[in-house]
Nanobody, 123 residues
Framework: QVQLVESGGGLVQNGGSLRLSCTAS????????MGWFRQVPGKEREFVAA????????VYADSVKGRFTISRDNTKNTVSLQMNSLNPEDTALYYC????????????????WGQGTQVTVSS
């Protein structure tokens, strides 16, 4: 069964840090790019970051560049998102996704999605 499971969300103060993790079943891992998206109620799902299967290429949204870092460990089927200097605008439900498409910044570029983990940044 295809599964992506996120963890690491929570409540953090303005300026704080969190590390999100996503563990994937093998079927959704081998050869797949991995991405993180976020969504707030009433808004479209927003691209945050993505990483190639090899880990050699990463892409970030302008809003998180320099603050967030995506990484992956192919021996553990995990992808992580280190989030530093968080601010209230980062509050959202964060989703992990995997796919073989080339449209990394679009939700349509991914085939599999996790259930999401909530990140709340207090002001």
């Amino acid at each position: 069964q295809v599964q992506l499971v996120e963890s690491g969300g929570g409540l953090v103060q303005n300026g704080g840090s969190l590390r999100l993790s996503c563990t994937a079943s093998r079927r959704t891992w081998s050869g797949y790019a991995m991405g993180w998206f976020r969504q707030v109620p009433g808004k479209e799902r927003e691209f945050v970051a993505a990483i190639a299967w090899s880990g050699g290429t990463t892409v970030y949204a302008d809003s998180v560049k320099g603050r967030f870092t995506i990484s992956r460990d192919n021996t553990k089927n995990t992808v992580s998102l280190q989030m530093n200097s968080l601010n209230p605008e980062d509050t959202a439900l964060y989703y992990c996704a995997s796919g073989r498409g080339t449209g990394w910044k679009l939700p349509s570029g991914y085939e599999y999605w996790g259930q999401g983990t909530q990140v709340t940044v207090s002001s």
